[in-house]
């Protein structure tokens, strides 16, 4: 699997759930409309749109996702056009909800994210966990191992199907 | 395996059903909350793709709980999908009328047993592991996955002890040392990790103050926070509705007095607090660990975004901040003990700002009322409201405009949280009670003495 595009630069750390889509988008069964508000909670965001209009990678700093469980934030990334995250860490609950949904999270070298940050777009193998740069640069990720056939071959449902009978038969074995 | 285990090591061991690739598990999951917001999308994905197969629906509870009653067509959907498919399924279902946010009523019910696992489509899950339980938020898909299958694929955490010694004082709360824990290990400190709370201090918490402690340990970015059972807990779990009665309560009281550390257990890393250090805190900036003292000021070194969109210069005192609104409300602090201790603040004293009131669940409501709670309130003039999460996630029932400032007992004071441009300040339910009154943040050592009738 291979996410090529070009990046948008959130340059801030903490760029937390509730400003990838506010809460008040969520009283609505309806997801259609989520990636229009794609990051409407953040500040200045429709400036960053505007000299990224087709951007599909977003790369941001630290703690990218923190906050709340709503999969409607990689829903609405995801509805917005966007494919892959690139960051030096993420949330725990939003990071497992992009490996369900497909959508591809790089967790980076701290260090490494500057020139990613600085590049205008990245070729992203996400089985061979490495990103291209634009400048000729790579950047190694690691994807977890068993979440990894997630993102490749979708699945998550029916994975957790599969494994029901062992389930009942720990519970039976265990009562 | 060594012979010590940390409390969090004998519940995932308890629920261990196969570990998998990486460093996860397959971990058995006792108790799955669905509710009206993010329930839906799983509850979609069950009934379109599996024929609406549950594991075992009576592991399942359904709650109304974030908007309630709905507050227009589009909400009220959601809440009609949940009661619809709970009903259907043979689902537990507390809907309007006998609603409560789903991390207050299940615990008033019963309905967390000491050492299991819950998941819920909510951060604030962690709540619950004041219950020496593993109780963590899960996206919507993972839900459904835990509504199939009965479990789910949880990456092993490691496990920090946050020791706290010596005991709240000098008006410093629960709320105060959840600020404390997020601000000392800041918003993303606790990644990766389980936060045990040990340590003298938490043995003298009440339940529902341990409740709000735990509930603010994701805001530290931790997976889950987790106390022991002691006497405190098995006290408060006797005679709820689900709890079990007679003999078999002191049989499970037994098993659940396993439910603590072993000593000399070994911890991934530690945290320790002195309580008695502790004073009352205020967040100024636009994530919980941004706070300060209530006595002390805007830090120079303050995040300068944090600090335009709160509109706030370094070195301003927290007390002379001038508020548009209070909010007491939330699954941190609107139980029975946050309303008798804002009441207590707000009894014979009036607010000068809009001050809105909202129990954490209609059996709370109903409890406060026959104390007289409700009178306590609106002679203050003060907005007494039914049960919901209503204005904490901005949704209903008290949100904000752009640029109204709200001091506020909930859990979360990111951007817009409480409304698009609205500002959030964190605090304990009596700061925000004497804040109310003030009309700027203030304590309630301040107020003068109430006009008595
Ligand atoms: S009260 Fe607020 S934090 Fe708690 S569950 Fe409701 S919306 Fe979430």
């Known amino acids: 699997m291979i996410v090529e595009g070009s990046i948008f630069p959130l340059a801030r750390a903490n760029v937390d759930t509730d400003q990838i889509i506010p809460t008040r988008f969520l009283g609505s069964l309806d997801l259609r409309g989520l990636g229009r508000e794609c990051f409407s909670g953040l500040p200045g965001i429709d400036r960053l749109y505007a000299v990224h209009p087709d951007a599909t990678i977003v790369a941001a700093g630290e703690n990218f996702g923190a906050g709340s469980s709503r999969e409607h934030a990689v829903w609405a990334l995801q509805g917005r056009g966007f494919r892959a995250a690139i960051a030096p860490s993420f949330a725990r609950i939003f990071e497992e909800n992009a490996y369900n949904n497909g959508f591809v999270v790089c967790a980076v070298p701290p260090d490494a994210i500057d020139a990613v940050l600085a590049a205008r777009s990245a070729r992203i193998d996400v089985a061979a966990e490495s990103i291209l740069l634009d400048d000729g640069r790579t950047v190694e990720f690691k994807l977890d191992p068993l979440r990894k056939e997630f993102v490749l071959g979708g699945g998550f449902l029916a994975y957790m199907e599969a494994q029901i009978p062992e389930i009942r038969a720990w519970e039976a074995a265990k009562s | ?453």
């Open chain 2, 1 to 453: 395996m060594t012979a010590e285990r940390t409390l969090f090591a004998k519940v995932w061991d308890a629920h261990r059903v196969r570990d998998l690739p990486g460093n996860n598990a397959l971990i058995f999951i006792d108790r799955t909350v669905v509710y009206e917001l993010l329930g839906p999308p799983a509850i979609e994905q069950i009934e379109t793709r599996y024929g609406g197969a549950l594991y075992d629906p009576r592991r399942l509870v359904a709650v109304n709980d974030h908007v309630v009653p709905a507050k227009d067509s589009s909400t009220a959907e959601q809440a009609q999908v949940l009661r619809t498919w709970a009903r259907k399924r043979g689902v537990l279902l507390y809907d309007v009328g006998e609603n409560g946010i789903c991390h207050v009523l299940v615990p008033e019910r019963g309905l967390v047993v000491p050492g299991s696992t819950v998941v819920c489509s909510d951060s604030h899950t962690c709540t619950l592991g004041a219950f020496g339980a593993f109780a963590f938020g899960v996206g919507s898909t993972a839900l459904a996955g835990a509504m199939l299958s009965g479990a789910t694929i949880v990456a092993r955490p490691k496990v920090m002890r946050v020791f706290v010694r010596s005991r709240l004082q000098g008006g410093a709360t629960a709320k105060d040392l959840a600020l404390g824990v997020v601000a000392r290990l800041g918003f993303k400190g606790g990644t990766g990790y389980v936060l045990e709370f040990a340590g003298d201090c938490i043995a003298a918490l009440s339940m529902e103050e341990r409740m709000t402690l735990c509930n603010m340990a994701i805001e530290a970015g931790a997976t889950t926070g987790i106390c022991a059972v002691d006497e405190v807990t098995i006290s408060y779990m006797r005679g709820r509705e689900f709890s079990p009665g007679g003999e078999a309560f002191e049989r499970a009281a037994a098993a659940w007095r396993t439910l603590v550390a072993d000593d000399g257990a070994a911890y991934d890393a530690e945290l320790r607090i002195d309580a008695g250090e502790l004073v009352p805190t205020v967040t100024w900036g636009t994530n919980p660990g941004q706070s300060a003292p209530l006595e002390g000021i805007v830090p120079h070194d303050a995040e300068p975004a944090a600090l335009a969109y709160m509109e706030l210069e370094p070195g301003t005192p927290l007390r002379s901040i001038a508020l548009d609104q209070a909010f007491i409300g939330s699954c941190t602090n609107a139980r029975i003990g946050d309303l008798r201790a804002a009441a207590a603040v707000l009894a014979g004293r009036k607010v000068a700002i809009p001050t809105i009131v909202t129990p954490g669940s209609q059996a709370v409501k109903r409890q406060a009322e026959r104390e007289g709670l409700h009178d306590v309130f609106q002679d203050a003039g003060a907005l007494w409201t039914h049960a919901t999460c209503g204005a904490c996630p901005g949704l209903s029932t008290g949100v904000l405009a752009p640029g109204m400032r709200c001091i506020s007992s909930t859990n979360r004071n990111f951007p817009g949280r409480m409304g698009a441009g609205g500002r959030v300040h964190l605090a304990s339910p009596v700061v925000v009670a004497a804040s109310a009154v003030m009309g700027r943040i203030a304590s309630p050592s301040e107020l003068e003495a109430p006009v008595l009738a």
